[in-house]
């Protein structure tokens, strides 16, 4: 069973379109967060998430919006696409009590 | 403004011998570290982790330091195994409500055979 998925893996769009990605984690936790690695390579904190609280990165611009349906799920929207956006997204999660993050396999998203 | 830094982007390593990552940080604030794992097209898997209380942790061949004067900590693999190629990447967060990891660039770790 995956602890953390996320669909799709890959997202080939056109620029100026909104997109979506999907997470879900079947772990129980209660905090769940977005990175974006870029093409440097550097995973970059986006958002935390618990039922109780959005932590939102400053330098993430406000055509990226976490919404959250239920606990187990954090999906990222995404508007206007622009081309600096292509990069990998990884979902995670981690309990509440707990400083360890189990992250998803990553979407890899191509804006053309 | 890097506040977690692995200056290594590469280290090749004898297989049956030691690896040791080394990882950087600039923000005193940061109070808990972890150790991630990537291989290619999965998610980074965590491996090991510190708390700024402590100085040492160990988990089997793998061992990680901390030096809270110097702002640094270290992972040592041993002996490294062909199975521990891999980016390695060193993360900090400040314990509290956001919990945001803040990672290094990560280090690739060949050992050869």
């Known amino acids: 069973d995956t602890a953390v998925s996320q669909t799709p893996k890959y997202l080939v769009t056109q620029m100026g379109n909104d997109k979506s990605i999907k997470c879900e984690q079947n772990l129980g936790h209660d905090t769940m967060y977005w990175y974006k690695q870029d093409s440097k390579k550097f995973l970059k904190i986006m958002f935390s998430y618990n039922n109780k609280e959005l932590i939102i990165n400053e330098t993430v611009p406000n055509r990226f919006s976490p919404k959250s349906p239920d606990k187990a799920h954090l999906n990222l929207h995404i508007n206007s696409l622009e081309l600096g956006d292509s990069a990998v997204y990884f979902c995670?999660?981690?309990?509440?009590?707990?400083?360890?993050?189990?992250f998803g396999p990553g979407t890899r998203l191509t804006v053309l | 403004d890097q506040q977690v830094k692995q200056n290594s982007p590469s280290l090749s390593v004898q297989e049956g011998r030691i690896s040791i990552l080394n990882c950087d940080y600039t923000n005193s604030m940061f109070d808990y570290f972890l150790w991630y794992k990537k291989y290619p097209a999965e998610g980074p898997t965590f491996l090991i982790s510190?708390?700024?209380?402590?100085d040492k942790n160990e988990d089997g061949r793998f061992t990680v330091f901390l030096n809270k004067s110097a702002k640094h900590l270290s992972l040592h693999i041993v002996p490294s195994q062909p199975g521990d190629s891999a980016v390695y990447f060193c993360a900090a967060l400040i314990s509290g409500s956001a919990r945001q990891l803040t990672f290094g660039s990560g280090t690739q770790l060949t050992v050869l055979p």
């Open positions: 510190i708390s700024s209380i402590k």
């Open positions: 995670a999660s981690s309990p509440l009590v707990d400083n360890e993050q189990f």
